[in-house]
């Protein structure tokens, strides 16, 4: 459905997406991740025809984003990081501009504009005012906006950005619904949020393609080493840190352990493994050695992890460093 | 052409759930209301004063009402216009809504011309309060309707130019009121180049006065429709026009 070719963008200063080529079949759900600033936005721009490419090629049902741009738009559905809303409309009023736009008949609009609303969760609100619409409202009347005209393909820029948990999870389920009818691409900078929704990953960081993989194997790689938090402690005596790292240190499957906090009864470490099953391990010895277990919890997996262990870089979040994309 | 239609439907729809186009209404209406009236008593004190001395003057209400209150009209635009323009591109970069035109399948051009004629039904609306004051001319005096359609022709094709000019204007910033203050800096611009031709007459004062959008509006307000005067406008419209669709253009390289 979509096929990206070396795809490039050059700016003055910098370039913002750097030689991409990845491919997305009909019907799936693709995640899009990166830190802020790794060149998302402006891929994503540049599928939905907004920037021109400088270089490379990229078609959307077969048609070029550049030669054939009012075929591809005719084809997708867009919403932008912020809902690209008019906040003196109403919602019902505006889904039909936008339908019209899209190049709906009079007809086809009216049941199209009652289906969306139905199907976003946004009958409610239907006669309201966009501009005093409460944020989850917002994205989904943006949501609403991108799928009037039943487009064969879906481009969603951070679509939970800025929601209540409650509204992330709606949104995620509403996406994952909307699969199966429309290929999506979604962006995101969280993780969990491609694992619950996605079945294939692009990872970019800084301009560059990491990696595609299946959201399955990306866990699996992920989970190949789990970093886990333990709190050991003891009721009347004292503990003696050094003595419960030696001890963490004797699991087998433990390939590191770190003091990270240390109090008067309790002392905190994380604790790197190589295999995923060395948490019952690591509690008997520590209940067996006479000491209690405050907690063991495996530390989120972060984005940062992952880079690291796909681009073998050194732990500086990538975040942090990366160029901002100046696309704003 | 339909995308045109939808495009300046939503744009007339945003000026008048907004105060904006009532404001604007409101504050031509008074203002023209006051030339009105001011115009309009001098004519009727000229006239019982040629009475008075009991010597009858040739008075033409074409020539002495309806003629300085066009000229009024397209001076008090100058003013309301860059109000109208400012808003057209500049609100729909800052809120990111230009994204959702760039996407969809419809072309600059068409976006464009939308924009651009609903500014021209609001300032045709704005014209359509004076009819009122003209309809008690035409009660109460005899003039030539002729003259006032070629005056009402001049007006249009003036603001078209320079509502042109201020959309262009309007698609080089985020910001509103910088659109609307450099939009009125132009309008300014246009209407004082001719004060040059008051004292110099050099070839380079001519070409000066001749860039003046009010120098082209005379005749006009005379109720000539003068071809070299329309085609000036026209073409001050098509610069506007084509400007804005390259800085259209321009926006999606740059940005």
């Avoid at chain 1, 005012?129 to 820029?157: E, F, M, T």
């Avoid at chain 1, 405050?294 to 990366?322: D, H, K, M, W, Y």
């Avoid at chain 2, 071809?227 to 999606?252: Q, V």
Wanted: include cysteine; hydrophobic fraction near 45%.
């Amino acid at each position: 459905m979509i096929t990206v070719t070396d795809l490039t963008k050059r700016y003055a200063r910098h370039t913002a997406v750097d030689h991409i080529s990845f491919e997305v079949h009909k019907g799936q759900i693709v995640g899009f991740l990166g830190p802020n600033g790794a060149g998302k936005t402006t891929t994503m721009r540049m599928l939905t025809c907004f920037l021109p490419p400088t270089s490379g090629a990229a078609t959307v049902a077969g048609f070029d984003v550049l030669e054939q741009s009012f075929e591809v738009k005719k084809r997708i559905g867009y919403l932008p990081e912020t809902p690209p809303l008019y906040p003196e409309m109403r919602t019902a009023e505006y889904l039909q501009f936008v339908g019209s736009l899209k190049g709906l008949g009079k007809a086809e609009l009216a049941k199209r504009v009652d289906y969306v609303c139905e199907r976003c969760a946004i009958l409610d609100v239907k006669d309201k005012l966009l501009g005093k619409l409460s944020k989850g409202y917002r994205q989904r009347v943006g949501l609403a906006q991108a799928i009037i005209h039943n487009p064969d393909v879906l481009i969603l820029d951070e679509p939970t950005s800025g929601l209540d948990p409650k509204q992330i999870n709606e949104t995620r389920e509403l996406i994952k619904g909307l699969a199966g009818d429309h290929t999506i691409i979604l962006s995101t900078h969280i993780l969990p949020e491609v694992e619950q929704t996605c079945e294939q990953v692009i990872i970019i960081n800084k301009g560059k393609l990491v990696a595609t993989d299946s959201v399955s194997n990306l866990q699996n790689r992920a989970r190949g080493a789990e970093t886990l938090l333990v709190e050991v402690g003891a009721r009347n005596a004292l503990v003696d840190p050094l003595k419960v790292q030696a001890r963490l240190e004797l699991v087998s499957g433990v390939s590191r352990v770190h003091l990270k906090n240390k109090r008067e009864d309790r002392s905190t470490f994380e604790v790197e493994s190589r295999k995923g099953l060395v948490r019952g391990d690591l509690a008997r010895a520590v209940v067996e050695a006479g000491w209690n277990l405050n907690e063991l919890r495996p530390t989120a997996v972060s984005l940062e992890e992952i880079f690291l262990q796909l681009t073998g870089e050194p732990a500086a979040a990538p975040a942090e460093e990366a160029v901002p994309a100046g696309v704003k | 052409m339909r995308n045109v239609w939808i495009i300046c439907r939503k744009e007339l729809r945003s000026y008048f759930v907004s105060p904006v186009a009532y404001l604007l209404l409101a504050m031509f209406a008074v203002i023209f209301g006051f030339f009105f009236w001011n115009i309009l008593g001098f004519f009727v004190f000229r006239g019982m004063e040629s009475q008075m001395r009991g010597q009858m003057m040739p008075m033409n209400v074409n020539e002495e009402v309806i003629r300085p209150l066009l000229s009024n009209v397209s001076v008090i635009g100058l003013f309301l216009i860059p109000m109208i323009t400012m808003r057209l591109f500049a609100e729909e970069k800052r809120t990111g809504t230009i994204e959702l035109l760039a996407t969809s399948p419809v072309s600059d051009i068409e976006v464009i011309l939308g924009k651009w004629l609903s500014a021209m039904v609001l300032y045709a609306s704005m014209l359509l309060l004076t009819a009122l004051n003209f309809l008690f001319i035409f009660k109460y005096g005899h003039p030539d309707w002729k003259p006032l359609v070629i005056g009402y022709l001049g007006l249009l094709l003036q603001a078209g130019a320079l509502l042109a000019i201020g959309t262009f204007i309007s698609t080089l910033t985020k910001n509103q009121i910088i659109a609307g203050a450099a939009t009125f800096g132009v309008c300014l611009l246009l209407w004082i180049l001719e004060w040059v031709s008051g004292y110099e007459t050099a070839t380079w004062a001519r070409v000066m006065s001749y860039m003046s959008v009010l120098t082209h509006f005379e005749s006009f307000a005379k109720g000539l429709l003068s071809l070299k005067d329309a085609i000036f406008y026209a073409t001050l419209i098509f610069l506007g026009l084509f400007l804005t669709a390259r800085s259209m253009e321009s926006l999606r390289w740059r940005s």
